[in-house]
């Protein structure tokens, strides 16, 4: 009985959380007349593959697409590389001086986005960054660091101190300590931080939309957003709905080949010396 | 093979708030097998870290092999360490574990295999090669560790409570390997444990600190029979010494309830702990000094009996072969030379006059 109800609500909260996406999806596969047609039907009487077409043909969508991954993939990599050492760093500092460094970072990662455009355009504007993919990636990496340190850091400290010690007295280097001891044992937590901070790269708009002007340039949300029909009075549901259905694709490919890490990352916290 | 010598050492944490280490001064030969021993937090490991390069003295001198080594970086000290909890890679199989020391020395190929395979085989382990920590027991784990300190060959070797971790069975067994292996090899050893027995029966040279400072050192036998501090006869023994107090007053001992009394040869006056170790009280009247009390504990040892005898306000302890009756009266002796007398204010030993 309580096992049932367990399932239900689970079911539930699936339903709500998936809906969205069930409805991107039916809408995307729908021919143009029926998208509009009431009452509203639940699944596509007849499957076309029209808007994901169109969203191809007519629209500079793979463009897009690259200019996410780039953008995405390129903060990424900078993001967990330079949080790699900076949570090792930290985390040489002992966890009383770590903590009061870290709760600045946490002020950083407190700002919301909207507020550091108009600055953050400023200073793109001056380095002559504007449509250049530098710009969004150094955006993207200076907002994920504080969060990425500070999970990078949780996971570091899992490892006993001795594993350092023991590296420094067999002769390792600092930074081969930390390549080739510290960052392989710790897979798990930097799978699912690249993930995390890739997620939120690639979902983000406003900075996208500030700094990256040019149609050329525009990531995937900016680029669905600003879809335009024919005219002011015609919105392209079903390409819109095309493209978000699409969108989520290289996230999903993303999670399925960290897939075992990520899991582990989640369940198991620390790795035993 | 290499000596170690500390001159002077002090350490201290949190701006010096918290001393570790006060004023060390130590020497050990090379070849000998030397213990530090002291409760948690008396600075042992702190001294063996310093001695490692893990850590950095606030002053005083380290030399190892006759060297300064206060500024040669831990992998250029000719020393090799084995941590407490072992530290070994967990995702590094055996082999390569007990290898990455060597091989980060550039040693060629060649003579790394010959030397990881002849430690192995030292140590029983050369069946486990291929697989990965995790997958060892702790007596396993704990060899692997060892042989990564083992096949660096190095001047001295660093052991932090290696045993401290193993089963009681596993750890008696490992004890008398490695004193037979360090003895073998005739390395400088600084072994590092809180475990008196360990100590007692491991070490050639035997450190007893307390508080950041060493209280004792010298041969095991000899800290045994002869502890010049109060803290150190207390810590030292298999079972823990019967401390009476008391005054010393023209040479003759009186308890503070009366009840033991007996002329010593220590012509100080002041008031004292008598300390005596259980295994020196005998049963019946074969020593000199004669008492009666009254069984009120026994704790059976298999060979022996550990039995707490109430001698007015005091509770001695002693070993018997027999099982008394508890509450029955119990007579017991013992020989006044092996009594000691420690300051009570200083803890410090008050010794018979030598003319005497």
Redesign the interface.
């Known amino acids: 009985m309580k096992k049932t109800l367990f399932y239900c609500v689970i079911a539930s909260i699936f339903l709500y959380c998936l809906f969205p996406f069930f409805w991107a999806i039916q809408t995307a596969l729908k021919p143009a007349g029926e998208v509009f047609r009431l009452p509203v039907s639940y699944f596509p009487e007849t499957i076309s593959l029209e808007n994901v077409k169109d969203v191809f043909a007519k629209r500079p969508f793979g463009r897009y697409v690259l200019n996410s991954l780039i953008t995405a993939g390129g903060a990424t990599i900078l993001t967990i590389a330079g949080a790699s050492v900076l949570a090792f760093r930290l985390r040489a500092l002992g966890l009383r001086r770590a903590m009061r460094i870290q709760r600045w970072f946490l002020v950083g990662a407190i700002l919301p986005p909207a507020l550091l455009v108009i600055p953050v355009f400023m200073v793109m504007k001056q380095l002559s960054l504007v449509n250049n993919y530098l710009a969004l990636i150094l955006a993207y990496t200076a907002l994920n660091l504080p969060f990425a340190v500070w999970m990078l850091h949780a996971a570091f400290r899992q490892l ?1 101190r ?2 350092d ?8 280097s600092p930074s081969a300590i930390l390549c080739r ?1 510290i960052l ?2 710790s897979r798990p937590s930097l799978a699912v931080t690249a993930v995390l901070v890739f997620i939120f790269c690639w979902n983000e708009f406003i900075l996208a939309l500030s700094l990256m002007p040019s149609q050329s340039k525009y990531t995937v949300p900016v680029g669905i957003a600003l879809l335009s029909g024919a005219s002011v009075y015609e919105i392209p549901w079903g390409e819109i709905n095309a493209a978000v259905a699409l969108t989520t694709v290289p996230v999903i490919l993303v999670i399925a080949a960290l897939q075992r890490w990520i899991i582990e990352g989640l369940t198991a916290g620390a ?3 | 093979m290499a000596d170690v010598e500390l001159r002077g050492i002090r350490k201290s944490y949190l701006e010096g708030a918290v001393a570790a280490l006060r004023d060390i001064h130590l020497k050990i030969p090379d070849g000998v097998f030397s213990s530090i021993l002291g409760p948690s937090g008396c600075g042992k490991t702190t001294l063996l870290r310093i001695v ?3 850590e950095r003295p606030d002053a005083g001198e380290i030399l190892i092999g006759g060297r300064p080594a206060n500024h040669i970086p ?2 250029e000290r000719n ?3 084995v ?9 590094k199989r055996v082999y390569e574990n007990i290898a ?2 060597l091989r ?2 550039r040693t060629p190929q060649e003579r790394i295999r010959e030397k990881v395979e002849g430690v192995s085989n030292m140590l029983n382990i050369e069946t486990l090669m291929d697989r990965y920590p ?1 997958q060892l027991s702790g007596g396993q784990q704990q060899r692997v560790a060892l042989a ?1 300190a083992l096949v660096r060959e190095p001047g001295v070797f660093l052991l932090d409570e290696p045993l401290s971790n193993l089963d009681a069975q596993v750890r008696d067994a490992t004890r008398s390997e490695l004193k037979k292996l360090f003895r073998g090899i005739r390395a400088t050893v600084l072994y590092v444990t809180h475990d008196q027995t360990e100590a007692m029966m491991m070490s050639d040279y035997l450190v007893v600190m307390d508080g950041g400072a060493i209280r004792q050192a010298g041969e095991p036998t000899h800290i045994y029979a002869d502890p010049t501090h109060r803290f150190v006869a207390e810590f030292i023994g298999a079972h823990r010494i019967n401390a009476v107090p008391g005054r010393l007053e023209n040479g003759r001992f009186r308890s503070a309830d009366g009840a033991i009394v007996f002329d010593t040869r220590v012509s100080k006056t002041s008031n004292v702990l008598m300390e005596i170790r259980p295994e020196n009280l005998v049963h019946e009247s074969q020593e000199q000094i004669m008492l009666q009390g009254e069984a009120v504990l026994v704790e059976p040892m298999g060979p022996s009996n550990l039995v707490s005898v109430k001698v007015r306000e005091n509770e001695l302890k002693m070993l018997l072969a027999s099982r008394p009756i508890l509450g029955a009266p119990l007579r017991f002796s013992f020989s006044s030379r092996h009594a000691f007398f420690f300051d009570a204010q200083s803890g410090r030993r008050l010794y018979p006059d030598l003319e005497a």
Request: no cysteine; glycine share 10%; aromatic share 10%.
């Open positions: 006993p001795e594993l010690e023991a590296a420094l007295m067999d002769g390792f001891i392989p044992l790795v035993k010396g | 490692a390069g893990l831990p992998p020393v090799a360490m941590f407490q909890n072992y530290a070994l890679y967990p995702h990455i020391g980060l020395r995790k990564r």
